[in-house]
């Protein structure tokens, strides 16, 4: 069996739809990248610890895309893939430990106020902190640095626009489309009793990329308008 060349495919995000660009672009790099993400999906199910190198390359691909390279980056210099996994990680982390000492902060109110409210209150927090703390994504993507990305809380005022809604909506809905179509074809593959792991596998590290590709693009898409600095020169892949 001959697989496709998807190398050759050419996406400009300039002139490539966002839905299409965030399910191609993962794959304009050739199969290497796929096969290397779908081993490590495999054993990051069962050890966690290389979703770092996962996180490292979605990263690398929305710097990719939101600097305009018409195809995905190469899968190479793991060391340096796994410092930017770290760098992705890290940029999350301040508000993620915000997010939560405030929802700690409303369990808390269960005494005051009923729990019908705090129930309420908590669900709604999550769904906000989740929309506004993603915003981090493209806003680190395109800044590379976590002091911008906060300073003059910088990824608020993105999460604001309506440019990162219409990603942040797409997103959701390309990886649940992607998500029930891994599921059919891993379902089918249950008879060669290996073939649901390396479905599952692949799934893992794809659903991950379309991320990057979808933030990068939106990114750039941002930087056009003036919202983000615009992410120029092959030397700021890797920071």
Same mark, same amino acid.
């Given at each position: 069996?001959?697989?496709?060349?998807?190398?050759?495919?050419?996406?400009?995000p300039?002139?490539? &739809?966002?839905?299409?660009?965030g !399910?191609?672009?993962?794959? &304009?790099?050739?199969?290497?990248?796929?096969g290397?993400?779908? #081993?490590?999906?495999?054993?990051?199910?069962?050890?966690?610890?290389?979703?770092?190198?996962?996180?490292?390359?979605?990263?690398?691909?929305?710097?990719?895309?939101?600097?305009?390279? /018409? /195809?995905?980056?190469?899968?190479?210099?793991?060391?340096?893939?796994?410092?930017?996994?770290?760098?992705?990680? %890290?940029?999350?982390?301040?508000?993620?430990? #915000?997010?939560?000492? +405030?929802?700690?902060?409303?369990? %808390?109110?269960e005494?005051?106020?009923?729990?019908?409210?705090v %129930?309420?209150?908590?669900?709604?927090?999550?769904?906000?902190? &989740?929309? !506004?703390?993603?915003?981090?994504?493209?806003?680190?993507?395109?800044?590379g640095?976590?002091?911008?990305?906060y *300073?003059?809380?910088?990824?608020?005022?993105?999460? #604001?626009?309506?440019?990162?809604l219409?990603?942040?909506l !797409?997103?959701?809905? #390309?990886?649940?489309?992607?998500?029930?179509?891994?599921?059919?074809?891993?379902?089918? &593959?249950?008879?060669? +009793?290996?073939?649901?792991?390396?479905?599952? *596998?692949?799934?893992? %590290?794809?659903?991950?990329?379309?991320?990057?590709?979808i933030?990068?693009?939106?990114?750039?898409?941002?930087? *056009?308008?003036?919202?983000l600095?615009?992410?120029?020169?092959?030397?700021?892949?890797?920071?």
């Amino acid at each position: 069996m001959v697989l496709p060349n998807i190398g050759e495919w050419e996406l400009p995000p300039d002139t490539t &739809s966002l839905s299409g660009f965030g !399910l191609k672009y993962p794959l &304009s790099g050739g199969w290497k990248p796929i096969g290397i993400g779908g #081993l490590i999906g495999f054993v990051a199910a069962i050890f966690l610890i290389p979703i770092i190198l996962l996180y490292g390359y979605r990263y690398r691909l929305g710097r990719a895309g939101a600097r305009g390279d /018409s /195809s995905a980056p190469e899968f190479n210099d793991i060391g340096r893939i796994i410092w930017n996994g770290l760098l992705l990680i %890290a940029a999350f982390l301040p508000y993620v430990l #915000l997010a939560t000492a +405030i929802g700690v902060g409303l369990i %808390a109110l269960e005494g005051v106020v009923s729990e019908g409210v705090v %129930a309420g209150l908590i669900v709604a927090w999550s769904v906000v902190a &989740s929309y !506004l703390g993603i915003a981090i994504h493209p806003t680190f993507v395109a800044t590379g640095s976590i002091r911008e990305t906060y *300073s003059g809380l910088l990824f608020l005022k993105v999460a #604001l626009t309506r440019t990162y809604l219409i990603g942040f909506l !797409l997103n959701i809905v #390309l990886r649940i489309i992607v998500g029930i179509v891994m599921l059919v074809v891993a379902l089918i &593959s249950i008879i060669t +009793i290996v073939g649901p792991i390396i479905v599952f *596998s692949v799934w893992y %590290a794809y659903d991950e990329y379309i991320a990057g590709a979808i933030w990068g693009k939106v990114a750039r898409e941002l930087a *056009s308008e003036g919202q983000l600095p615009a992410v120029t020169g092959m030397d700021e892949l890797d920071l």
